[in-house]
């Protein structure tokens, strides 16, 4: 029990702390949460993907191992998603909110504070290979789900093109690849966005969870939180031992794979006319039911 509250206290709760802060912002400054995500999503995240991955000392294969897993568990989840969904007997729109609930998870904004706190900075170099991996999976295969795969193709290549933090990736691969130094008037300004870009996501989070409302199918929400919160992580340990992880790397990818809903499937729900109230009730409840959950299965990890 100690240690559960250890936990708790250390990696959950400074998390909530901010994201509350942000919560009260969006009620004081209805409206703000577009421009700060904008803010997080083309400069801080990129900056962050950037300095962990120049920084780390993980190797290609151990990122390779990370990405595979990333893919895999997401294609699983997807299936599974589409099985379940079948039996609930959900309306059009309703079904494809809960496919992209389903499909991805929270890698950025809640994810990579718990690992830095659970983890330190290399199990932050890890899990940014899994958030640049799944932003370029929701920028496709979420984008193609969401238009019901009509015309999605060229959506689809437009959101590839419009993640930074892909260019950021690409960037840093050329840096270790040719083993060049990253001149210090470059590193001091990506390393300052870098620092800022956690709080700032945590922000993002409590304003978006501000905007929640009371689910109309909440059997149906509740079906997409156990998935979410109890199914991906078995999932993720049985992928983990299949590809061969070991170490921090392993326990990133379970505790990644726990991960609540996605706050950006309210994004695409609303670009593409789906069931935004489904979606926003599944990243609010599976979110504030989270800390359980994740503070037991780090317990697990760490012991």
Same mark, same amino acid.
């Given at each position: 029990?100690?240690?559960?509250? #250890?936990?708790?206290?250390?990696? /959950? &709760?400074?998390?909530?702390?901010?994201?509350?802060?942000?919560?009260?912002?969006?009620?004081?400054?209805?409206?703000?949460?577009?421009?700060?995500?904008?803010?997080? =999503?083309?400069?801080?995240?990129?900056?962050?993907?950037?300095?962990?991955? /120049?920084?780390? #000392?993980?190797?290609?294969?151990?990122?390779?191992?990370?990405?595979?897993?990333?893919?895999?568990?997401? %294609?699983?989840?997807?299936?599974?998603?589409?099985?379940?969904? !079948?039996?609930?007997?959900?309306?059009?729109?309703?079904?494809? %909110?809960?496919?992209?609930?389903?499909?991805?998870?929270? #890698?950025?904004?809640?994810?990579?504070?718990?690992?830095? =706190?659970?983890?330190?900075?290399? !199990? +932050?170099?890890?899990?940014?290979?899994?958030? /640049?991996?799944?932003?370029? &999976?929701?920028?496709?295969?979420?984008?193609?789900?969401?238009?019901? !795969?009509?015309?999605?193709?060229?959506?689809?290549? @437009?959101?590839?093109?419009?993640?930074? #933090?892909?260019?950021?990736?690409?960037?840093?691969?050329?840096?270790?690849?040719?083993?060049?130094? $990253?001149?210090?008037?470059?590193?001091? *300004?990506? !390393?300052?966005? %870098?620092?800022?870009?956690?709080?700032?996501?945590?922000?993002?989070?409590?304003?978006?969870?501000?905007?929640?409302?009371?689910?109309?199918?909440?059997?149906?929400? +509740?079906?997409?939180?156990?998935?979410?919160?109890?199914?991906? *992580?078995?999932?993720?340990?049985?992928?983990?031992? @299949?590809?061969?992880?070991?170490? &921090?790397?392993?326990?990133?990818?379970?505790?990644?794979?726990?991960?609540?809903?996605?706050?950006?499937?309210?994004?695409?729900?609303?670009?593409?006319?789906?069931?935004?109230?489904? &979606?926003?009730? $599944?990243?609010?409840?599976?979110?504030?039911?989270? *800390?359980?959950?994740? /503070?037991?299965?780090?317990?697990?990890?760490?012991?």
């Amino acid at each position: 029990m100690t240690t559960l509250l #250890s936990i708790l206290i250390s990696d /959950v &709760v400074p998390i909530f702390a901010i994201a509350a802060i942000g919560f009260l912002l969006e009620r004081r400054l209805g409206g703000s949460v577009k421009f700060l995500s904008s803010v997080s =999503f083309h400069a801080l995240s990129p900056c962050l993907v950037f300095s962990q991955l /120049v920084g780390s #000392s993980m190797s290609a294969a151990d990122a390779g191992r990370m990405a595979a897993f990333c893919l895999l568990l997401t %294609s699983i989840m997807g299936f599974a998603a589409r099985v379940v969904a !079948g039996s609930l007997q959900l309306e059009a729109k309703t079904r494809t %909110s809960f496919l992209l609930t389903v499909m991805f998870s929270n #890698s950025g904004n809640f994810a990579l504070p718990v690992i830095l =706190f659970a983890f330190g900075r290399e !199990g +932050l170099a890890h899990a940014s290979i899994y958030f /640049v991996t799944s932003a370029v &999976v929701i920028y496709t295969a979420g984008v193609f789900i969401a238009v019901h !795969g009509g015309h999605g193709f060229q959506k689809a290549m @437009a959101g590839i093109v419009r993640v930074p #933090s892909l260019y950021a990736l690409a960037a840093a691969f050329i840096f270790l690849i040719t083993r060049t130094e $990253v001149p210090i008037a470059i590193m001091r *300004p990506i !390393g300052m966005l %870098s620092d800022a870009a956690i709080p700032t996501m945590l922000l993002v989070l409590g304003m978006q969870l501000q905007r929640a409302t009371f689910p109309e199918r909440p059997v149906a929400v +509740l079906v997409a939180v156990a998935l979410s919160l109890f199914v991906a *992580p078995v999932i993720g340990l049985g992928l983990s031992t @299949a590809l061969g992880m070991t170490g &921090v790397a392993r326990s990133v990818a379970i505790v990644v794979s726990a991960m609540p809903a996605a706050v950006v499937t309210t994004v695409l729900a609303l670009e593409f006319n789906l069931d935004s109230a489904f &979606v926003t009730s $599944v990243v609010f409840v599976s979110t504030l039911l989270s *800390p359980v959950t994740l /503070v037991l299965l780090i317990a697990y990890l760490k012991g």
